[in-house]
């Protein structure tokens, strides 16, 4: 480290976390003694489950703090070697590393002060090869979406941005097969196969940010995944280079291919800790040729499951979103974005979606299904619209919460995976476990996935609120063997909550193949995996 | 191993293996140098690929045979522990272990003495261990309906069946998910949940035998895949014990769950190389209320294909197979099986079945389908069956293709993934290569999977006709980045041309991975990967 280098400060050891972690890892006590926990199933009862800190943070008790693990810092001699090989595009202005610091929701912050921006696989190759000799620690990026702290730097991990690897690298119209690089961003993706007649398979509200690269990393689902599956199944080949440079492709355009094991499902999913995916192939579906939305009214979430129920047989192979929201979601639309209830006040709403081939029995098969939802009082009151704007002002309802979340204060967010009969019962609880405490505590999400998006708010941080949050909502997932993160991943928030839904047997392995593929460590540390697996 | 034990021979030192392969391991030699060819993107030629042999093989330059690795053998003792812990479920009877020891096509034959029925996972778990210790190789085998000699032994490992783990363990109708054992016969789970209102999220030719853990272990494919996805979306979860009798517990029954690795995807299509998988949760759709199957006849594969695209287009969210045979296919059912074309003569038949919840929309989509398929002279003839025999008998004309060939000789039996346009000129081009030699050269298969079951028959074994076949069809496929096995697996017959559709890098890593897992190679040794990683 070179003395005096403008922007490059020495010595960082904890790292700046605006929201404060009530905890690091979670262990079970049983007998005295320390076990980590699984599935929880064979517990007596919760109250077996206490927290412990984290092995690495027991000569510092406090809360919210991670210590920097002992990776080389940044020299002179680097920044040299990556501006040779990217000029230009090796970034050190501490204003334009700002926003590549800091997560969307603003709930996280690292000190990186290197912002690498390559174009090709091949420089993605030279400067892991040269990270990883040098112990230099790498922060993956993509469009800096993510909700759990995975994709910004904790410390001072060099920041490897996808966003100039934007390129489109092929698409067969016969086999809907698009293959690009992972910084594509998804609605520049979805407008360029919807040009062609095809749709990308996955929609998320941050689509006109997120790379196609790091919702592959993070196996993002959205609003199409009950329809179309997720990328396990739609992602068919990906390009991904390792800790060490080396580059594996396994970028392959076949619908099928069982030769060997499929590496590629190690790397979706796993939030940049075990390669750099740097483009992949994915199946695009047709676009269908008539699209309509329902936004309807049901007064109990039990009617809202019958509405699921009977929505599924009668509109079958045309459903193509079922999503909900709750009357306090719907408070906040209208509080702070202005949004107008579109029907009459109801304590739950839903959005239907249907996609298909012909609109006309598309259109038989919705009116049908509403006709019987109505009469037999299942729904209250409801709208349809066809044509595009009103399509998209429906969708806003649905998409557009997060976004009135962050004008109502702070936001605790979870993402959680349940039985679909449980998963308003989680919000119904946690807003009673909280009273008072929580200014708003709100329900919507997934209802065909079984994925509820729990939001508590509060004016501001809020310690003693988190504390009464975790590992409350975890416990309680736990209970009903659900998952405590169906979609977001663990990232830098989660990563010690694992064990309330994996096995210690699968978090060990977990751990065996991050040293496999990573035996530095360099690769996004500080994400997914628990810290007493290090 | 105690002397004179009844049925246990000793030193077996190679396998009886009925198909003799020409070759075991394939390089490429470039510049003098031998280098592992990945997807031979890179080559200037063809020309530049040739054989070498396996280096455990280079004592033994013979071709068809495999050395036993140094795996001790059953002893008395080891008996004793068996009968003990499976009671009754300990097999040593030769003539039971006839049928376990060679594979239903009869082109590869072990030598186990001992086959063992479990009825739980405790039991597997406590086997595994005790083999693991023993360093005893194991053979999981589920209804042993395998294509590549991957389902039995190759020496004289103990068979560990699965048979009598097929208890379904739940069924929730509102999310679809079964949770069932291993061993359960996919048909039984079919008519299990028929009478629930779901099906099966696959279907094969095999039903009736094979079992739903062996379709997880080799990643089975199937005629449904084209509209419901793969296992690797479908599997939710999945319990699989370890060689080391531990059991990983990742069975859950949620749609989305992003907490960690996916480590269940090691599991599917590792064919019981990485753990014994003892049960699974998989997603069923629901029953469709309608089913047609429409049976045509083209006069070219170019019309197949656009016979294909407007399919695809009007059918749309309705379609659920479209699958291909030849004429030479047709001709093999005739002579064997006495079914009759149930149409006029045609180069190509196509097998187009939908799947949808309004019988009145379903066929008006598909007779406008037809129509215009028809006027357009896409389609030379065809018929439609809706009720269930008649849609039996047609479908019996693609499904029952590989009992004819049985009937044909002796099969070489390849399947093969390509880009969808590519598919055919693979039959038309080695029906060219192989000239006379060939009795038949048939092509049939999957259209929507761009998978194409590629047949040659002979009267009789014929290593001079396998030399002509081998290596030219992987050498083909490999040029057009297709996979050598799109869903067959590897298993004994196809690990060593592995290269042909994976890059040196991935291999290592698999390597690596069987290492971690199973680092005595206790697990269905000889299968899946190549000699080369030994």
């Known amino acids: 480290m070179a003395a005096g280098l403008p922007g490059v400060r020495l010595g960082l050891s904890t790292v700046r976390w605006l929201q404060s972690?009530?905890?690091?890892?979670?262990?079970?006590?049983?007998?005295g003694f320390p076990v980590m926990p699984g599935i929880i199933s064979g517990l007596a009862s919760r109250k077996q489950i206490r927290l412990i800190h984290v092995a690495g943070d027991r000569s510092d008790p406090a809360h919210g703090t991670v210590q920097r693990l002992p990776f080389a810092t940044i020299s002179q001699q680097d920044l040299e070697f990556f501006k040779q090989l990217l000029p230009g595009r090796?970034?050190?202005?501490?204003?334009?590393?700002?926003?590549?610091?800091?997560?969307?929701?603003?709930?996280?912050?690292?000190?990186?002060e290197v912002l690498l921006r390559p174009q090709s696989t091949q420089e993605v190759s030279q400067i892991l090869r040269y990270c990883n000799e040098r112990r230099l620690a790498v922060n993956p990026q993509g469009g800096n979406t993510g909700l759990v702290g995975g994709s910004v730097p904790v410390f001072d991990e060099i920041i490897l941005s996808t966003a100039l690897m934007n390129r489109v690298l092929s698409f067969d119209h016969v086999?809907?097969?698009?293959?690009?690089q992972a910084g594509c961003v998804l609605e520049n993706l979805s407008n360029y196969l919807e040009e062609r007649?095809?749709?990308?398979?996955?929609?998320?509200?941050?689509k006109g940010s997120c790379h196609i690269g790091g919702n592959v990393a993070t196996n993002a689902g959205g609003l199409r995944l009950l329809r179309y599956g997720s990328l396990r199944n739609t992602v068919l080949g990906l390009e991904a280079v390792l800790a060490d440079g080396k580059v594996l492709n396994c970028l392959v355009a076949l619908r099928k291919d069982n030769t060997g094991y499929d590496l590629k499902q190690l790397f979706i999913g796993s939030e940049g800790t075990l390669g750099v995916i740097t483009a992949i192939s994915i199946l695009c579906p047709h676009k269908p040729n008539a699209v309509n939305v329902a936004f309807l009214g049901c007064s109990s979430f039990q009617q809202l499951l019958e509405t699921f129920q009977c929505c599924r047989g009668m509109l079958g192979e045309i459903l193509s979103a079922f999503e909900f929201l709750d009357?306090?979601?719907?408070?906040?639309l209208e509080k702070y974005l202005k949004l107008v209830n579109p029907i009459t006040e109801s304590p739950f709403y839903i959005v239907i979606e249907t996609a298909g081939s012909n609109a006309a029995?598309?259109?038989?098969?919705?009116?049908?299904?509403?006709?019987?939802?109505?009469?037999?009082?299942?729904v209250t009151d409801g709208t349809v619209a066809t044509e595009e704007s009103?399509?998209?002002?429906?969708?806003?309802?649905?998409?557009?919460?997060?976004?009135?979340?962050?004008?109502d204060g702070y936001n605790y967010k979870y993402d959680i995976s349940l039985p679909v009969e449980k998963i308003y019962q989680l919000v119904t609880d946690m807003r009673e476990h909280l009273g008072d405490r929580a200014k708003n505590v709100i329900g919507y999400g997934h209802i065909g996935d079984g994925n509820v998006h729990l939001n508590v708010t509060s004016p501001t941080k809020d310690p003693a609120l988190l504390a009464a949050i975790e590992p409350f909502v975890y416990e309680w997932t736990a209970r009903f063997r659900g998952s405590i993160s169906a979609e977001h991943g663990l990232g830098l928030k989660k990563k010690n909550y694992i064990h309330f839904s994996k096995p210690p047997e699968a978090v060990a392995i977990m751990g065996n193949i991050k040293s496999m593929l990573d035996p530095r460590g360099i690769l996004n540390p500080y994400k997914t995996l628990p810290d007493c697996l290090r």
């Open 21 to 31: 972690q009530s905890s690091s890892h979670l262990a079970v006590i049983a007998g």
């Open 90 to 112: 090796t970034i050190t202005d501490p204003d334009l590393l700002e926003s590549c610091n800091t997560d969307w929701i603003k709930s996280v912050k690292g000190s990186s």
């Open 175 to 180: 086999s809907g097969i698009l293959t690009c």
């Open 197 to 206: 007649g095809f749709i990308m398979p996955l929609d998320l509200g941050s």
């Open 327 to 332: 009357a306090s979601s719907m408070k906040l």
């Open 361 to 378: 029995h598309d259109e038989e098969k919705l009116h049908s299904f509403l006709e019987t939802a109505m009469s037999s009082s299942l």
């Open 390 to 407: 009103k399509i998209k002002a429906l969708w806003a309802m649905r998409e557009r919460i997060p976004e009135a979340l962050r004008h």
